[in-house]
């Protein structure tokens, strides 16, 4: 392996293929490393697993002085120094989780230029003690990751990610390179404006994922869905779970595991150490389960994620976009599987209601929950909605999406729509009363319960008037009227009020087109997903069992130098190795994903991996 300053000269596609064992670049990768090389700033906008880090990481190895890379991930920084130590790069951190000792050995080898990156938190970056001292060496350029975390909008918004346009001010010389997964282009340009990128260059990819399954079910018994979904289609996978809340995160957790399923629990009501022992167990070992609240995940780099099941409504799409991206970052078919339910509509309408903030910013949050609802109520391609959210137009459907593989009808529901919003407009107006959507829907099944009779609503000119649906039918009416703004919940108890669009339908000058739920929903591995050049073919039964000996080798590897096993090798690389089936390190060089550094380290343990099931049985 050739010594870092050695490639300080080298030529992008030579770094590339030397130190990261890639023999191209991907999209435009290519055109942000040489426009950054050159010295220009840059926003860039790529989906998770589109191989950002490489955008930083190649122009810290060709320009001279060291890359400083912002990032908000303390925990996750040893995890990004051991990944590029794995391939050769002299890379550090300064975060809060050092000894004085090891803070010490960082700061003179930035200032002696002994290292190509250095992490660093925003908010140690405001320090004057972090200024001072990037002030001493000399600094190829800043990356500051995870660039959303400035809106103020935003879903991650971070309060010191605010002061980082001082890069520009102090360091007016230096490029900057601004990166996000996840932007609409109100986010990105409020990016740019906050940290004084206006004049940088924008790059912006596709944000499909093909290899990504979109499934949004009705929710029924949700933990029960989520375990025939973990039993049936995804056996012994690592995977995320998302709920809303903690007690909800520690019960579902204890269920899956009461279940024959390995899982943990992360939330901000446990204790430090015991997020990062269950955020280092998720990294290591294969085939566990994290279920979590949404502080789980950004950053996470685990390629082999095979499935994120969201359990509650995600408050916007940028977040679910964000959180789905965490499965499969390899490129391998997954799966993003949604249970969505009337209750999930009240609970986020309720607790938009009651956010604090001005009436502006509880507008923002309600325009987030249309959106997330509009691609849950959706009849067209999940893809092509999500993708429109973007901004990014799909002229075709995808395939590889519920409503592609299964598609829901729609159906005319104004009349049913009329009878419900009747029957909320009499309680209210009548009566002066309101109730929630079970009582509604009582009353209009014409169920005489003691509720029912004890107000007298068995009189109601209403009453058994929608006997043509079942009451999970009636569910998807209230649920679908709530989506689209013809009604509205209110106080603690989730009660019906009307809104003004309901006189819009009552008055029949609107049509409500409603979505009905097919009776089967098709599993995510009927379909192979289509466009991914990253997707590798199925392998063979021969090649399957040279492959699972890899992982066993490159386990103990990992095991041994206490690394996640993905720092050895990716899943990707570990199954081109067993289908080329490479007899020297000549061949084994030739696999993608295979760096000098790692050839050199592996390359010999690898090739008796292979010799070793080449034999007889």
Known sequence: MASPTDLRTA???????????????RGFQQEVIEHVVAGGDALVLMPTGGGKSLCYQIPALVRPGVAVVISPLIALMQDQVDALTAVGVRAGFLNSTQDPDARRRVEA??????????????????????????????????????????????HDFRPDYLALSMLHERWPDVPRIALTATATSATRAEIATRLKLTDARHFVASFDRPNIQYRIVPKREP?????????????????????????????TAEFLTAN??????????LDAATRARNQQRFLREDGLVMVATIAFGMGIDKPDV??????????????????????????????????????DVVQQRKMIETSEGDLAHRR????????????CETVRCRRAQLLDYFGERRTTECGNCDTCLNPPESWDGTVAAQKLLSTVF???????QRFGAGHCIDILLGRATDKVTQYGHDSLTVFGIGGELREAEWRGVVRQLLAEGLLAVEGDYGTLVLTDASAEVLGRRRTVMMR????????SRAAKPRGSATVVAELSPAATAVFERLRSWRAATAKEQGVPAYVIFHDATLRQIATDAPASLAELSRVSGVGENKLAKYGEQILTVLADGAGPA
């Not at 030529?11 to 191209?24: H, I, N, Q």
């Not at 004057?128 to 809106?151: K, M, N, P």
């Open 364 to 375: 923002n949050l309600a325009a987030h929950l249309d959106a997330m609802l509009a691609l």
């Open 306 to 343: 095979r499935f994120v099941a969201h359990l509650d409504l995600p408050k916007s799409v940028e977040g679910y976009y964000q959180e789905t991206g965490r499965a499969g970052r390899d490129g391998l078919p997954s799966t993003a599987w949604l249970a969505y339910g009337l209750q």
């Open 426 to 432: 009499r309680l209210d107006r009548e009566r002066n």
């Open 109 to 154: 080898a930035f200032v002696a230029g002994e290292i190509d990156l250095l992490y660093l938190a925003p908010e140690a970056l405001g320090t004057r003690s972090a200024q001072a001292l990037l002030d001493r060496g000399e600094i190829a350029l800043f990356a500051i990751d995870e660039a959303h975390c400035v809106s103020q909008w935003g």
């Open 260 to 269: 024959g399923i390995p899982a943990l629990p992360y939330h901000a009501g």
């Open 516 to 523: 009905r739920e097919p009776e089967k929903v098709a599993p």
């Open 11 to 25: 030529d992008p596609v030579e770094v590339l293929r030397r130190v990261f064992g890639y023999d191209a670049f």
């Open 223 to 251: 933990r029960k869905q989520l375990l025939a979904l973990l039993r049936d289609e995804h056996p012994g996978d690592a995977g995320i779970v998302y709920c809303l809340s903690r007690a909800s995160v520690d019960k």
